[in-house]
């Protein structure tokens, strides 16, 4: 089984960017899918974006759509989430996760492997 170890999160203020980072080792990088959950202090672990094995379709939330773009390199066995424009409402721990599913979205009952999450705070 793969594991995921994230990095790259940070504080910023309003309106800047970060690249989150998530390097996969063990397991085969090409069998899973991959994607980015995020959980706000008090709050439940809710989807941000997904990458599909294979196809490499991309999908993502409503509240990041337009500012968020998720990658993945397989040759080095990376995944990349870029987020600009950020905001207040994006500060969370962000996790990296993975499934073997070939499906666009899935819930965090589907996901297979969790990294330990990094910490993104957006404050002015």
């Known amino acids: 089984q793969v594991q995921l170890v994230e990095s790259g999160g940070g504080s910023v203020m309003p309106g800047a960017s970060l690249r989150l980072s998530c390097a996969a080792s063990?397991?085969?990088?090409?069998?899973?899918?991959l994607g980015w959950f995020r959980q706000a202090h008090g709050n439940e672990r809710e989807f941000v974006s997904t990458?599909?094995?294979?196809?490499?379709?991309?999908y993502y939330s409503d509240s990041v759509l337009g500012r968020f773009t998720i990658s993945r390199d397989n040759d080095n066995n990376m995944m990349y989430l870029q987020m600009n424009n950020l905001r207040p409402e994006d500060t969370a721990i962000y996790y990296c996760?993975?499934?073997?599913?070939?499906?666009?979205?899935?819930?965090?009952?589907?996901?297979?492997?969790w990294g330990r999450g990094t910490q993104v705070t957006v404050s002015s």
């Open positions: 996760v993975g499934t073997t599913r070939q499906q666009g979205t899935f819930n965090t009952g589907q996901v297979e492997v």
């Open positions: 990458i599909v094995k294979r196809v490499d379709n991309k």
């Open positions: 063990g397991g085969t990088f090409t069998d899973y899918s």
